[in-house]
C-alpha cells in the first residue's frame, strides 16, 4: 500500500446496503401513519442522519398534535423494530453485491473499513450480520454511543481511534447526505466525497466536498484514481477510466 492510499474508509451503513433512501422513508411513514403523523417524503429525505428519536421528535414538532414523551418512545420503538425486521431479511440488491466485492478488495490492500450509522447497536449489527459484512469492517458507530450523530465529527474520530488512525490526511469518508458531507469536513477527512444521483444538481453546491459522484464505485474509482493506477481498475471493473466523470 502506497502511502497515497486512505489508511481507512469510513462508509456510511445504508450506502453499504442500498441505493436509494425509499425503504428508510417507507418504514418511517409507515410508524408515523399509525399514529396519524404526517411524513412527507422531502422532510424525511432531510431528516435522514439523525437518530429514529430525533426524527420523530422534529415531525412531531412540524405537525399539530405535538407527541408527549410516551408517545415519541413508542413510535421510535415501534420504527426501531420496523428496521430490524427490514434488515434482518436478506437484501438482494445490485448495491450490496458491488459493496462486497469492493469491501473484499480494500481488506486485501490492508485498507480499514468504519461504517457509521444512526441506528441502534443491535438494529446495526442485524444488518451487518444479515448482509455478511460484519467481519469486512474494522469498526462501526452506533446511536447508542450517545455520541452526535450531526454535523460535529465524533463518530469519524471514534471510528479513527477504534482503527488506530491518527491523522485525518489518511481518512476517506464517504457519503450521500448532508449530515455526512459536513461531518467529514469538520473531521478535517483528505477525501470527503459526496455519493449523489443528482449530482449535477447545485443543491449540492453548498456542502463542502472534495468530489461528487454517482454511487459508490465511482467514489472508489475517484480514491484511487492517482495513487493506485490500472490495477485497481480492472479490479473494479472500470473498464473505462471516462465513465466516472
Request: aromatic share 6%; with cysteine; charged share 20%.
Amino acid at each position: 500500500m502506497t502511502t497515497n492510499l486512505p489508511q481507512i474508509i469510513i462508509i456510511p451503513l445504508f450506502d453499504l446496503l442500498l441505493s436509494d433512501a425509499k425503504p428508510i422513508v417507507s418504514i418511517f411513514q409507515q410508524g408515523l401513519k399509525e399514529k396519524g403523523l404526517p411524513g412527507d417524503e422531502w422532510v424525511l429525505a432531510e431528516l435522514i442522519g439523525r437518530t429514529v428519536p430525533e426524527v420523530v421528535s422534529t415531525l412531531c414538532q412540524r405537525s399539530d398534535s405535538p407527541c408527549n414523551e410516551a408517545t415519541l418512545a413508542e413510535i421510535s420503538a415501534n420504527i426501531r423494530h420496523q428496521f430490524n425486521a427490514y434488515l434482518g431479511s436478506p437484501i438482494n440488491s445490485p448495491q450490496l453485491k458491488e459493496a462486497e466485492h469492493l469491501l473484499q478488495v480494500l481488506n486485501s490492500k490492508g485498507i480499514k473499513i468504519g461504517v457509521t450509522s444512526w441506528l441502534s447497536q443491535e438494529t446495526t449489527e442485524i444488518a451487518l450480520k444479515s448482509a455478511n459484512l460484519f467481519d469486512r469492517i474494522d469498526a462501526f458507530t452506533h446511536s447508542d454511543s450517545k455520541q452526535a450523530q450531526g454535523t460535529l465529527p465524533d463518530v469519524i474520530f471514534s471510528l479513527m481511534r477504534k482503527a488506530g488512525v491518527t491523522n485525518a490526511d489518511r481518512v476517506a469518508n464517504l457519503g450521500s447526505t448532508k449530515f455526512d458531507i459536513l461531518r467529514g469536513y469538520h473531521a478535517q477527512c483528505q477525501w470527503n466525497i459526496l455519493m449523489a444521483a443528482d449530482k449535477s444538481n447545485v443543491r449540492w453546491n453548498a456542502y463542502p466536498s472534495t468530489a461528487v459522484v454517482s454511487n459508490l464505485q465511482e467514489a472508489m474509482a475517484e480514491l484511487f484514481l492517482k495513487s493506485a493506477g490500472p490495477d485497481f481498475y480492472k479490479i473494479l471493473n472500470l473498464r473505462n477510466r471516462k465513465n466516472r466523470k
